[in-house]
């Protein structure tokens, strides 16, 4: 027969509450008792019986997470630290993406509820979501991750998008560059707020806005670098043509980078690239590329708090916005100095 907490407790002298709080992580166990009944569980192979703990407590200690795309790394991270994070208090994560399609999402948000999952995260690709609409009206505890929607009251935890735009836009111009484009991101949050941070940069330092240098094709998180390619060898018959370049995120500063190489150009020296995201792989690049540090780790773990104070607390909470400030990272694709010296 399987190993019950009942036998733990029995072995160890300690009560069935005990051993269920240093399994659920609990705090007030000191650290001898808790060392105990871990080492007493790996000895007597216990496994949890979470079906019949959710019939207990009428949870099940999963929660969804639903992302445009995990191919995109900066997605992968997030849902790497927010997992740690759970899985500290006893819950685990399950993963679906949206590949950046509405109803596709519609339809695995369906699915997820249908689970009687504990919670949702949820990195929306809509610009409307009826949905997540009724999700809020009906109390399931609900984390609007990197994108926020209008019109929809409801936890957000991401990066100040404009100013993310403002401070990229802002490090071009301080490294001398004065006609300076845009390529754009979704019609999400993220991709309006960016646009409206690198167009307020622009005006605050009197920089004219040429035609043709905000990229017209609203692109998705999908086959970003393909997208940020094709865009810059637009850019790059414009006259004048650009002589600085914000990408929406890194995978399309990487597209922007081989368009320039392969036009001949040089980089920074004839053409300076900043993205966002600060992927792990963007400083391994030929041209380790200039970004904006969104902070993923620090976003799953404030999700993961935020989340877990949603399904502790018995009381109604008030809304909350977590907005992680964005930090500038200079590397080879911005730094002219380390060209001139």
């Known amino acids: 027969m399987a190993t019950t907490m009942k036998d733990i407790a029995r072995e160890l002298g300690v009560s069935?509450?005990?051993?269920?709080?240093v399994l659920r992580n609990h705090e007030d166990i000191s650290k001898k008792t808790r060392q105990r009944v871990l080492d007493k569980v790996r000895e007597m192979n216990y496994t949890p019986n979470l079906a019949a703990r959710s019939l207990v407590t009428g949870r099940t200690y999963l929660v969804g997470l639903v992302v445009p795309d995990l191919l995109h790394t900066f997605f992968a991270q997030i849902a790497k630290?927010?997992?740690?994070?759970?899985?500290?208090?006893?819950?685990?994560?399950?993963?679906?993406?949206?590949?950046?399609?509405?109803?596709?999402?519609?339809?695995?948000?369906?699915?997820?509820?249908?689970r009687r999952l504990d919670a949702l995260v949820i990195a929306s690709t809509c610009t409307e979501s009826e949905i997540l609409q009724r999700i809020h009206k009906e109390g399931t505890p609900l984390v609007l991750v990197d994108r926020n929607l209008p019109g929809l009251n409801a936890n957000y935890v991401g990066?100040?998008?404009?100013?993310?735009?403002?401070?990229?836009?802002?490090?071009?111009?301080?490294?001398?560059?004065?006609?300076?484009?845009?390529?754009?991101?979704?019609?999400?949050?993220?991709?309006?707020?960016?646009?409206?941070?690198?167009?307020?940069?622009?005006?605050?330092?009197?920089?004219?806005?040429?035609?043709?240098?905000?990229?017209?094709?609203?692109?998705?998180?999908?086959?970003?670098?393909e997208i940020g390619e094709k865009l810059t060898r637009e850019l790059l018959q414009l006259s004048p043509r650009p002589d600085g370049i914000f990408a929406f995120n890194d995978p399309m500063g990487i597209?922007?980078?081989?368009?320039?190489?392969?036009?001949?150009?040089?980089?920074?020296?004839?053409?300076?690239?900043?993205?966002?995201?600060?992927?792990?792989?963007?400083?391994?690049?030929?041209?380790?590329?200039?970004?904006?540090d969104q902070q993923t780790e620090q976003t799953g773990e404030r999700t993961a708090r935020l989340l877990l104070s949603?399904?502790?607390?018995?009381?109604?909470?008030?809304?909350?916005?977590?907005?992680?400030?964005?930090?500038?990272?200079?590397?080879?694709?911005?730094?002219?100095?380390?060209?001139l010296s």
């Open 16 to 21: 069935i509450i005990t051993v269920s709080k």
């Open 159 to 225: 990066s100040d998008d404009e100013r993310v735009g403002e401070i990229a836009t802002e490090h071009l111009i301080a490294i001398g560059c004065q006609r300076i484009a845009h390529l754009r991101g979704p019609n999400t949050s993220g991709g309006r707020g960016r646009l409206a941070g690198y167009q307020k940069a622009l005006a605050k330092h009197g920089i004219p806005l040429y035609p043709g240098y905000i990229s017209t094709q609203s692109m998705a998180d999908l086959h970003s670098v």
């Open 81 to 114: 630290s927010l997992s740690t994070a759970l899985l500290k208090k006893g819950y685990c994560l399950t993963i679906s993406t949206s590949d950046e399609d509405p109803e596709l999402e519609d339809r695995t948000i369906e699915r997820l509820l249908a």
């Open 310 to 339: 949603l399904l502790e607390d018995k009381t109604p909470q008030q809304n909350k916005t977590v907005l992680i400030e964005p930090r500038l990272v200079v590397r080879a694709s911005t730094d002219k100095s380390s060209v």
């Open 255 to 292: 597209g922007a980078m081989h368009a320039i190489t392969a036009a001949g150009l040089r980089i920074p020296e004839e053409i300076a690239v900043i993205g966002a995201g600060n992927l792990y792989y963007s400083r391994e690049l030929r041209i380790p590329l200039s970004t904006i």
